[in-house]
């Protein structure tokens, strides 16, 4: 599948404006509020909003709202938030369901001009007699029906005689068709079901080959982007537009599908992720929806990054995650504070440091970006390391501490390890160290060099933390085909660590974001972080091989 890039787009706006054809772009993001939105839906509303805003047209947010059994109110109020944190705004809000009024007129007026009739086949035999690709199809026996006879039955239907599936209405087109979404498509099919929008007013609903070209066209939509996939339908699409004798022509142009390696992006997986939880809900940090990604620690600005990018790149296939990480490393490495966090600690006692005492030391909050400024953290004879940092019998260029050796702490002095401490079980339980008061940093000390920089949190004044680090969700495949997307489920999706974050994290508020030095980027979670116990999501971490 070859992903069009969205100048092509701009391509056909730019030559409507000239021609005179439009003298304005209006676009719609046109999402089924039956779950909640993902990735792939915030490059269909980067390529709808920022398309028209180019043009200063306008671009609609409607609900195509027109399947009553599987939409929720829950997921408009979802999609509306992650719309407008996106940074977007829609020029209108409608509902598909509100031009119900007008779907159901429309089909009246096919069945009077002889373009549709009300079938009384079985799904499974609408199906059969449809014919293949190389095969034609045959035509019902309901297809010579009489308008009068139409006309009754497709009130009736209306008027609920008659139960789900019993009868459907369809187009009259081509049963013969080599495209086989014209032999004859279905229009409308019964749903006795409340609908979020309309409540019972309707027991029949439009399919959305019917509905969305006259939603597009009562909205004066000029331009109906959705992706490839309908590539088939455009004809349909257009035969809709015409026979149903819509003032307004909105034209239908298909654009590449983002699908994204190592996830999953169907709203029908995600759902089934959600309802079995085996995730944290729609928002899990580890979803690619825009709720889960939010969470996670994204912003809106890297995620439009990367919609710019997947835009003019002809990338085919399946993006690269590592692509989408790229932009929120870049996005955060000049506004997140840095700090120090130790998410597997060991306990390190300096004994020839006085007892009681604490020093406070200067750090910089973001060496790259100096107006940030600096904060004070505190220094005693009792701090903790990362559990990682030590070894006690290193294999050689391992430079972190092992008996004998000397470090640097990052803003501190050096330490040498003089003695190890374990349990009854042989397990490191804590370092004795000593430091060389010679060596602070800031002072200019060049009287000798050593090999590693440490991170670590003093022990007596540092916050206790929870922090969440995660893995793809889904091992190599992106999907299966077959449904059997959960056999690849990575079963070490999150590792939770607890450790300790410095003292000055106390204000942490809800999705602030902070580079840890040596971990990567942290977010704090929305969810599930309290001021008395914080919690924190990995974004990401520091480096990555990936080239743009
Ligand atoms: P899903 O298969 O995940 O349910 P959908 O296409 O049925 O997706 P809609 O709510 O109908 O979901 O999508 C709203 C708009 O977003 C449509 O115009 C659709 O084409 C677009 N969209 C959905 N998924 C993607 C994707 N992966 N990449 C690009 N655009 C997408
Ligand atoms: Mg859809
Ligand atoms: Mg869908």
Request: hydrophobic fraction near 35%.
């Amino acid at each position: 599948e070859k992903a069009t890039p969205s100048n092509f787009i701009r391509d056909i706006m730019v030559e409507d404006l000239h021609s005179g054809k439009h003298d304005t772009i209006i676009t719609r993001f046109p999402p089924e509020p039956n779950g909640y939105l993902h990735i792939g839906h915030a490059k269909s509303i980067f390529i709808n909003f920022s398309l028209a805003d180019e043009f200063n047209g306008k671009t609609n947010l409607r609900f195509d709202d027109t399947n009553p059994l599987k939409e929720d109110i829950e997921f408009v109020e979802s999609i509306k938030e992650d719309v407008k944190w996106l940074g977007y705004e829609w020029e209108n809000l409608f509902f598909a369901s509100n031009y119900f009024d007008v779907m159901y007129e429309k089909a009246i007026l096919l069945i009077k001009k002889g373009l549709a009739y009300v079938e009384d086949l079985s799904a499974d035999e609408i199906r059969e007699y449809r014919g293949t690709l190389t095969e034609p199809g045959k035509e019902s026996p309901s297809r010579n029906r009489s308008i009068e006879e139409n006309l009754d039955l497709f009130t009736r239907m209306k008027n609920g005689e008659f139960a789900n599936g019993e009868k459907v209405l369809r187009a009259k087109i081509d049963m013969s068709s080599p495209n086989i979404n014209l032999r004859d498509p279905v229009l409308y099919r019964i749903s006795h079901a409340t609908h979020h929008n309309t409540g019972d007013k309707w027991c029949i609903y439009p399919m959305y080959a019917f509905a969305h070209p006259i939603e597009d066209a009562i909205e004066g939509i000029t331009h109906s982007l959705c992706t490839v996939e309908f590539e088939d339908q455009r004809p349909l699409y257009n035969w809709v537009v015409e026979k149903c004798e819509m003032e307004s022509k909105p034209r239908q142009i298909e654009f590449g599908r983002l699908n994204l390696t190592n996830t999953v992006m169907s709203k029908r997986k995600l759902k089934q992720l959600v309802e079995e939880n085996i995730v944290d809900g729609w928002d899990d940090p580890r979803l690619p929806t825009i709720s889960g990604l939010r969470r996670r620690g994204f912003t809106p600005e890297a995620i439009r990054a990367f919609c710019e990018e997947l835009a003019i790149s002809k990338s085919s296939g399946a993006v690269d995650v590592q692509m989408l990480e790229h932009f929120i490393r870049e996005d955060l490495k000049l506004k997140a504070p840095r700090t120090m966090a130790v998410l597997k600690p060991l306990k390190v006692v300096i004994t020839n440091y006085p007892e009681g005492q604490v020093e406070m030391l200067d750090a910089e909050i973001n060496p790259e970006v100096p107006e940030m400024g600096t904060r004070q953290i505190p220094f005693s004879r009792e701090i903790y390391i990362e559990k990682e940092d030590f070894m006690e019998n290193p294999p050689k260029k391992y430079f972190r501490l092992f008996p004998g050796n000397e470090v640097r702490l990052k803003h501190a002095y050096f330490i040498k390890c003089e003695d190890v401490i374990k349990d009854e079980n042989g397990e490191v339980i804590e370092l004795h160290c000593t430091y060389d008061p010679e060596t602070k940093s800031g002072t200019g000390f060049t009287g000798r060099k050593v090999k590693g920089t440490i991170h670590w949190v003093e022990a007596t004044k540092a916050i206790p933390a929870e922090f969440r680090l995660y893995n793809s969700l889904i091992l190599d495949e992106e999907e299966d085909e077959d449904g059997t997307f959960l056999d690849h489920i990575n079963p070490n999706s999150l590792e939770i660590a607890k450790g300790f974050v410095e003292p000055n994290m106390k204000s942490a508020e809800a999705n602030d974001k902070f580079q840890f030095f040596r971990h990567g980027y942290f977010n704090v979670d929305p969810k599930h972080s309290t001021k008395d116990s914080l919690v924190f999501n990995r974004v990401v971490s520091l480096k990555s091989s990936f080239k743009l």
